[in-house]
């Protein structure tokens, strides 16, 4: 990370900064990556509303409109609603990686500015909660997330198996 992350022409002693000049800098710009970071932590809770709104809507409206084409062995509706289910779960699922790869790049960048802070607040909580590698301690929001929309789509396949067979 340190070659692509710093400046080799600006440090603490380039010319033409004034006294703490670059410390200020670097906390501005520390600053600035955790405001992003949970910038897209509350993105990713969004795009979770909405994909929990969706497939409420989506299982509603099944619900709603098919009682009596599962009663005539209609499975056409039943197949487009779990296409349109299993289509969104994927989404889902591809969305919340994306937004952990973000922020663990996000968080390998603020790693690497506290290098240069006087303390290191927020690696040292990770280092306190072991970075998620004990899952009886601490277990990651995103993992949680992740199995979230894996778990819908197995209860939407078991559900279309029952409701044909």
């Known amino acids: 990370m340190g070659d692509s ?11 033409g900064t004034a006294t ?15 405001e992003m970071a949970d910038r897209v932590s509350a993105r990713r809770n969004l795009t979770n509303t909405f994909f929990l709104t969706f497939n409420s809507a989506v299982v509603t ?7 009596a084409a599962w009663r005539h062995g209609s499975v056409g509706p039943l197949l487009a609603a779990l296409v349109i289910l299993l289509t ?25 500015l506290e290098l240069r802070l006087p303390a ?11 970075a998620g590698t004990v899952w009886r301690r601490y277990l990651p929001l995103t993992y949680v997330e992740q199995s979230i929309p894996a778990i819908f789509a197995a209860a939407y396949l078991v559900g279309f198996f029952a409701a044909v067979l």
């Open 88 to 112: 969104q779960c994927l989404a889902w699922l591809v969305m919340m990686r994306s937004y952990r790869q973000l922020n663990g790049a996000k968080y390998t960048v603020i790693n690497a």
């Open 5 to 15: 992350l710093w400046n080799s022409a600006v440090g603490p002693s380039s010319g």
């Open 120 to 130: 290191r607040a927020f690696t040292g909580e990770w280092d306190a909660l072991r």
């Open 61 to 67: 409206a099944l619900a709603a409109t098919s009682g």
């Open 20 to 34: 703490g000049g670059y410390e200020k800098a670097v906390l501005e710009q520390y600053k600035l990556c955790v």
